[in-house]
């Protein structure tokens, strides 16, 4: 809890730095590339970003040589006050933070919808529209596809979940059965 108290501080700072410039689209996207490539499973990449063993001047070197040019300064340089501050562990909470930010200010929330085979984009944007419309709110999806469901659709809106599956049925079921005993 307070990594996420943590990241959305420097998150909220980066995002009106980056809002002051315009270019607050452009940051979010060059945090979240940059987070790919410092973080991905490739020990060599985990193992320079996380280990406090390797000097701080020598890993912003290597991340400004990296990065210098590519990305946007205001990016580039919350990265390499991570790594001045020592909290580079930071990094991938403060993108989603970011990312968080990215879509109040658009007036849009996440909404994930699981269901147990791809749906039509048809199908899916006749689903949003029909959420936008009873919450009257705009989300931002990502579809998950999930065989284990069996069928139907599982929705996540923050804390609400509406759970509209087969396995979800059989789950409650078998509590009802289990608690009767």
Do not use: W
């Not at 499973?41 to 063993?53: I, K």
């Not at 990215?102 to 689903?127: D, F, H, I, K, Y």
């Not at 999930?146 to 979940?161: E, S």
């Amino acid at each position: 809890m307070t990594n996420e108290t943590l990241a959305r501080r420097y998150a909220v700072a980066i995002f009106s730095l980056a809002k002051e410039t315009g270019s607050a689209d452009r940051v979010g996207d060059d945090l979240d590339a940059m987070a790919k490539v410092l973080l991905r499973d490739d020990a060599l990449a985990r193992d320079f970003f996380y280990a406090p063993v390797i000097d701080r001047g020598e890993k912003e070197r290597a991340i400004a040589q990296a990065f210098g040019g590519r990305v946007d300064d205001v990016a580039l340089h919350s990265v390499l006050l991570l790594v001045r501050k020592r909290r580079e562990r930071l990094l991938g909470p403060l993108v989603g933070e970011y990312r968080k930010l990215q879509l109040a200010e658009r007036g849009a929330e996440p909404v994930r919808v699981t269901t147990a085979r791809p749906l039509a984009p048809a199908e899916l944007a006749s689903m949003v529209e029909r959420l936008e419309r009873l919450y009257r709110k705009k989300f931002e999806v990502t579809h998950v596809v999930d065989p284990k469901l069996i069928g139907g659709v599982r929705i996540l809106m923050g804390d609400r979940r509406v759970d509209a599956t087969v396995a979800g049925r059989l789950e409650s079921l078998a509590r009802e059965l289990f608690a009767t005993n």
